[in-house]
């Protein structure tokens, strides 16, 4: 069964058609990456998948339930099982390190144990030892790492990555694809935002590429390499991004 | 656009008023925002209320001696203090300070995602952010006006002492002969209310901001401007009501 979907959805900012009749699915345990260059509506998909934003048209299933039908409290724990890597981070950045990661933890852990999941979520991401440090003081490869850490302090079943490797230098960004498979393996329901396409082959079981706010192509990486669609291809071969 | 913003107000103060119902107010932010907005406002809340006395007392307590009525001008001077000059010039205050640096700070997360990135975390902003902002505004305000009344009936009373050659005595006697209880109680009322407007306009723009560092200042300024015009109303609402039948016991 589909852990997320969305169905004909249609996402609009006043007269900016940013999403069209889009509909994807996720598979429980796989990688699907959405692949697409700048501008055609990537973020935007996974904000509809844990219900930051609202489809204008059409419907966003997560976790087998129709979102907009969510109350407020089932909403909070469908959020609690769908860790979000924001593009940007959005670290808070009036807290240390320390309590950004803990932050989703407050309610559902005692000050120890959130102490503890703190501890392993930042030595998971190579940075131990940081929590007193405000975000401020770190580099944008390290802040990226950080809000890594904090969306998987819950222990999410699903994870959304926005560009989780974007700027950073190819060491780094190897161990965050490292990070992505790890969960995998735990079982762990990814979607990762790139368009880079070395990483999307890396880590992808399946893959949706996304042009002008529509979906042009969806399968394996070895099927869309070999698809005959033009756009796809020029997007493949560098044409845009 | 002016409606959709008194819409949006009023939504939040349901959710705000449905936190504080279920307990939900977080302590130890409540705590560092009364600090924030509280505290650290009370030297130019005495500095204003202060002045404000003075000069009250410089025009009044000139005018009342001319016709030898020196006993009334502690009595004037205490029911604008007490009444309208302490709560609505802190209000102004926490407007200046609170609430401009509310709603640079909510709006500021907003644009940065940081609000965005609070829901993804389960964590509700309105519980996180604006309800703990929302009880130190309205708690803190009302201790502030207290703070205005003593500077302020001290500044005037200093002046008529000093300037006039009213006897300070005498014109605390005159203030503490004709202010009652309800005239203070009336005061800090309103200055509980004038302490939400404060914080609810200032989230309110704040949650409403788009458009990065330029769209921040503009959150800001706006914030201070209709929270200042909203309070200026508000009390000229409240007066009429609570001092309808009020005559001044001569
Ligand atoms: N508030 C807004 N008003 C109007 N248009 C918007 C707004 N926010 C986003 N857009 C438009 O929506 C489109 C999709 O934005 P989105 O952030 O989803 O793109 P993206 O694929 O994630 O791009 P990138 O790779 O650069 O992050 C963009 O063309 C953008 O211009
Ligand atoms: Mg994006």
Same mark, same amino acid.
């Given at each position: 069964?589909?852990?997320?979907e969305?169905?004909?959805?249609?996402?609009?900012?006043g007269d900016?058609?940013i999403?069209?009749?889009?509909? $994807?699915?996720?598979?429980?345990?796989?990688?699907?990456v959405i692949?697409?260059?700048s501008?055609?509506?990537k973020?935007?998909?996974?904000?509809?998948?844990?219900g930051? $934003?609202q489809?204008?048209?059409?419907?966003?299933?997560?976790?087998?339930r +129709?979102?907009?039908?969510?109350? +407020?409290?089932e909403?909070?724990d469908?959020?609690?099982?769908?860790?979000?890597?924001f593009?940007?981070?959005?670290?808070?950045?009036s807290l240390?390190?320390? #309590?950004?990661? &803990?932050? &989703?933890l407050?309610?559902?852990a005692?000050?120890?144990?959130a102490?503890?999941?703190v501890a392993?979520?930042?030595r998971l991401v190579? $940075?131990?030892?940081?929590?007193?440090?405000?975000? #401020?003081e770190?580099s944008?490869g390290?802040r990226k790492r950080?809000?890594l850490a904090?969306?998987?302090a819950?222990s @999410?079943?699903?994870?959304?990555?926005?560009e989780p490797?974007?700027?950073?230098? @190819?060491?780094?960004? #190897?161990g965050?694809?490292? $990070?992505?498979l790890k969960?995998?393996?735990? &079982?762990?329901t990814?979607v990762?935002?790139?368009?880079e396409?070395v990483?999307?082959?890396?880590? #992808? +079981?399946?893959?949706?590429?996304?042009?002008?706010?529509?979906?042009?192509?969806?399968g394996?990486p070895?099927?869309?390499?070999?698809s005959?669609? @033009?756009?796809?291809?020029?997007?493949l071969? &560098?044409g845009?991004? | 656009m002016?409606?959709?913003?008194v819409?949006r107000?009023v939504?939040?103060?349901t959710?705000?008023v449905g936190?504080i119902?279920?307990?939900?107010?977080?302590?130890?932010?409540?705590?560092?925002?009364?600090?924030?907005?509280?505290?650290?406002s009370?030297?130019? %809340?005495l500095?204003?209320?202060?002045f404000?006395?003075?000069?009250?007392?410089?025009?009044?307590?000139r005018e009342?001696?001319?016709?030898?009525?020196?006993a009334?001008?502690?009595?004037?001077?205490?029911?604008?203090?007490?009444?309208?000059?302490?709560p609505?010039?802190?209000?102004?205050?926490?407007?200046?300070?609170?609430?401009?640096?509310i709603?640079? !700070?909510?709006?500021a997360m907003?644009?940065?995602?940081?609000v965005?990135?609070m829901?993804?975390?389960?964590?509700?902003?309105? !519980?996180y952010?604006v309800?703990?902002r929302f009880?130190?505004?309205?708690?803190?305000?009302p201790?502030l006006?207290?703070?205005?009344?003593?500077?302020g009936?001290?500044g005037?009373?200093?002046?008529a002492?000093?300037?006039?050659?009213?006897?300070?005595?005498?014109?605390?006697?005159? %203030?503490?002969y004709?202010l009652?209880?309800?005239?203070?109680?009336?005061g800090?009322?309103?200055?509980?209310i004038?302490?939400?407007?404060?914080?609810?306009?200032g989230?309110?723009?704040?949650f409403?901001?788009?458009?990065?560092?330029a769209g921040v200042?503009?959150?800001?300024t706006g914030s201070?401007?209709?929270?200042i015009?909203?309070?200026?109303? %508000?009390?000229?609402?409240?007066?009429?009501v609570?001092?309808?039948?009020?005559?001044?016991?001569?």
């Open positions: 069964m589909a852990i997320i969305l169905r004909g959805v249609d996402y609009t900012i900016a058609r999403l069209r009749n889009v509909s $994807l699915k996720v598979e429980e345990g796989e990688v699907l692949l697409g260059p501008g055609s509506g973020s935007t998909i996974l904000r509809l998948m844990n930051l $934003l489809p204008t048209r059409g419907q966003v299933f997560n976790g087998g +129709d979102i907009s039908e969510l109350s +407020d409290d909403l909070k469908v959020r609690r099982q769908t860790g979000f890597l593009q940007s981070g959005a670290l808070f950045d240390t390190v320390g #309590a950004n990661v &803990g932050f &989703g407050r309610k559902v005692n000050r120890q144990q102490g503890e999941i392993d979520q930042l190579g $940075l131990a030892g940081t929590e007193e440090m405000m975000p #401020a770190l944008g390290m950080v809000a904090r969306a998987l819950l @999410p079943r699903i994870m959304l990555y926005d490797t974007t700027g950073l230098d @190819p060491k780094t960004s #190897a965050i694809i490292q $990070l992505i969960q995998q393996q735990r &079982g762990v990814s990762v935002v790139t368009h396409l990483y999307a082959r890396q880590v #992808a +079981d399946r893959v949706a590429v996304l042009l002008d706010g529509r979906v042009v192509a969806q394996s070895e099927h869309l390499l070999a005959p669609d @033009p756009m796809v291809q020029q997007f071969a &560098g845009w991004g | 002016a409606l959709e913003r819409g107000q939504v939040l103060l959710q705000i936190h119902l279920g307990g939900g107010v977080d302590r130890g932010v409540t705590l560092t925002q009364m600090v924030n907005l509280g505290f650290n009370i030297p130019i %809340v500095i204003v209320a202060g404000a006395g003075m000069v009250f007392a410089l025009h009044t307590t009342f001696a001319r016709f030898g009525a020196t009334l001008a502690g009595q004037v001077l205490g029911i604008a203090m007490v009444r309208e000059l302490s609505v010039l802190t209000g102004i205050v926490m407007a200046a300070r609170g609430g401009s640096a709603a640079a !700070e909510v709006g907003q644009v940065t995602e940081q965005d990135a829901r993804a975390l389960a964590v509700d902003p309105v !519980e952010l309800v703990p009880v130190s505004c309205t708690l803190m305000t201790l006006t207290i703070f205005a009344n003593v500077l009936l001290l005037g009373c200093f002046v002492a000093c300037q006039v050659g009213v006897s300070g005595r005498a014109f605390l006697e005159s %203030v503490n004709f009652s209880v309800g005239d203070l109680v009336a800090i009322l309103k200055a509980l004038f302490g939400g407007i404060v914080a609810l306009i989230c309110s723009r704040g409403m901001t788009e458009g990065g560092a200042g503009e959150s800001t201070v401007v209709s929270a015009i909203t309070i200026f109303a %508000v009390n000229y609402f409240l007066s009429t609570i001092f309808h039948d009020s005559v001044v016991a001569w």
